[in-house]
């Protein structure tokens, strides 16, 4: 027989192309070295590296993690430390189902140190709370296997319109629609043409120049329209690409005049009261992503025409004074092409602003570096900015937040019952069983208990909301930045997709060096707080002492 081996600690690393830049304390070199000074420091026996370099996480098909699950089968693993948990793996569901179900069914003990998770502290789940709330609402945002849940949930809408233009009608259902893949590659090009800045008038010259066929020259083509004489087959009128737009139809989304059916689980509405109309969500499969089509719907929102003289810039719509909160206005002058406060244009006699003068390249250069930098810090410290973003009383209070819904359904419950009460009294009165005086007292005792109880309601609702919309939005400024491993250059698509607005200060005079200070609101969350490379540096630092403490 075999002699025992002996037991070891894992030491797992991982890089990859999507992990962002090179050369960053997220090298494999780093790592090692970070896990290696851990392991000594805990004394953890036997460390031994596993190193994927070069795999990304979004699975687990990894040569080295197989070895190490190899090494776990035969029970060689007693621990397993990471740095942090995007270095293990970047789908949170698979990364919970192996830190917290297989490892310790296994009987190995799991750290990722930068998350403050250890699996063999009670204490260390402090933030448990964040990351389960966080955990909660990520896939519902990002994940395929939502998306393909949802395309399965298609098929259970039914239309009675005619499909717009990247559907058809399934010729087996015609209350189905269809993906039309020929015409749903143009509507996303479209939406995409719009997020890269690009005006209506724009996107139809673009369409013109490439032969693309309009809408109904389409339908002419496959033989399910009639043919308009007048309109040219490639003229795109601008109407019509200002109305693909603003479709509801591109998310998945179906307004109906007649149902009362709301297949979605989402608190989140979508104004109805004003024109009665009712909107089926994952009626259909959906061409554009929700956070695409709302952004398009934000940039249109604020339209950026040309100045007079034909001027453009990818800054316009998007600029406000800090001090009157007016928006900047685009000018050239001297060769540069810059930007001022249209308060202080308006008023040069009354001076009501001053200038808030910024040049076009100065600001370009500005955006790009605290983008950059921005990136760079989700990058690295994603739970971090998870933690900072999401109001920690807000998170903790959450499960609290629970009973309140409880409490809520409680009250609605009792408004009912009042206003079945108030019905009796009021027959009863009439009847003549009550007399008007105690008809009149119980009734406005009814009134202000129900009056009270609605402003509950309200005040509660607004409570448990509000924890979910912080999560929500932290997760889709997320999903923004994991579709970018680095930005070299500010593009109006980057742009567009980071940043909602940004406010310009006035320049300011400090020690002779001019300064000038501009606010970032980030899409989804507004401002951040970037800390500097070397707070990076330091919180990393703090993270190794932290739980140095934790298990000394
Ligand atoms: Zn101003």
């Not at 070199?29 to 851990?38: A, I, R």
């Not at 040309?306 to 206005?329: H, R, V």
């Amino acid at each position: 027989m075999k002699r025992q081996q002996e037991e070891f600690t894992a030491l797992y690393c991982r890089l990859s192309q999507d992990d962002g830049r090179e050369g960053e304390s997220n090298s494999i070199v780093n790592q090692k070295e970070y896990l290696m000074k851990y392991a000594k420091e805990h004394g953890f026996p036997n460390p031994k590296f596993y190193v994927d370099d070069g795999y990304t996480g979004t699975n687990f098909d990894r040569p080295s993690f197989k070895e190490m699950s190899s090494d776990i089968e035969k029970g060689l693993v007693k621990t397993v430390i990471v740095k942090d948990l995007s270095r293990f793996g970047r789908n949170y569901i698979e990364v919970g189902s192996y830190s917290e179900i297989i490892y310790p069914e296994a009987g190995v003990r799991f750290i990722a140190i930068m998350d403050n998770v250890d699996t063999g502290s009670l204490e260390s789940n402090e933030f448990a709370a964040f990351t389960n709330l966080f955990n909660e609402w990520y896939p519902k945002s990002t994940s395929k296997k939502v998306k393909e849940v949802k395309k399965a949930k298609g098929l259970a809408g039914e239309h009675l319109g005619a499909p717009p233009y990247g559907y058809l009608r399934n010729p087996d259902d015609k209350t189905r629609w269809l993906v039309d893949e020929e015409a749903a590659a143009v509507v996303r090009r479209i939406f995409s043409l719009c997020m890269q800045g690009k005006g209506v008038s724009a996107i139809a010259t673009a369409l013109w120049e490439d032969k693309v066929l309009t809408p109904s020259a389409y339908k002419v083509s496959k033989g399910i329209g009639v043919a308009k004489k007048s309109g040219h087959p490639y003229n795109w009128e601008t109407s019509v690409i200002a109305s693909i737009l603003e479709n509801v139809a591109y998310i998945g989304v179906t307004e109906s005049f007649k149902s009362t059916r709301l297949g979605f689980k989402s608190r989140k509405r979508i104004p109805t009261a004003k024109d009665r109309r009712t909107y089926i969500e994952d009626a259909h499969t959906p061409i554009i992503d929700r956070d695409m089509w709302e952004k398009v719907q934000m940039i249109r929102a604020n339209k950026r025409r040309p100045t007079k003289s034909g001027l453009t810039s990818i800054f316009s719509g998007l600029l406000y004074c800090a001090d009157c909160g007016a928006k900047l206005s685009l000018a050239t002058a001297n060769g540069y092409t810059h930007f001022r406060c249209s308060m202080y244009k308006r008023t040069s006699r009354a001076k009501e602003c001053t200038q808030h003068y910024i040049r076009e390249d100065a600001l370009k250069q500005l955006v790009l570096k605290q983008l950059q930098q921005f990136l760079s810090y989700l990058q690295q410290f994603e739970r971090v900015f998870i933690r900072r973003q999401i109001d920690a009383t807000l998170a903790e209070r959450r499960y609290e937040l629970s009973a309140k819904q409880k409490q809520i359904e409680k009250d609605e419950k009792r408004i009912k019952e009042l206003d079945r009460l108030f019905r009796k009294i009021y027959e009863d009165n009439v009847n003549g069983k009550l007399n008007d005086e105690r008809f009149y007292k119980l009734s406005d005792g009814y009134e202000a208990e129900q009056e009270q109880l609605k402003q509950e309601i309200e005040d509660l609702t607004a409570e448990v909301s509000e924890a979910d919309t912080e999560a929500t939005n932290v997760a889709r400024l997320i999903a923004v930045t994991r579709k970018y491993t680095r930005i070299d250059e500010l593009t109006p698509e980057v742009l567009n997709a980071f940043v909602d607005k940004i406010v310009v200060h006035e320049r300011e005079k400090k020690d002779g060096k001019r300064t000038q200070k501009i606010d970032i609101y980030y899409s989804y969350v507004g401002i951040v707080d970037i800390p500097t490379d070397e707070e990076m540096r330091e919180m990393e630092r703090e993270y190794m002492q932290r739980t140095t403490r934790q298990t000394a």
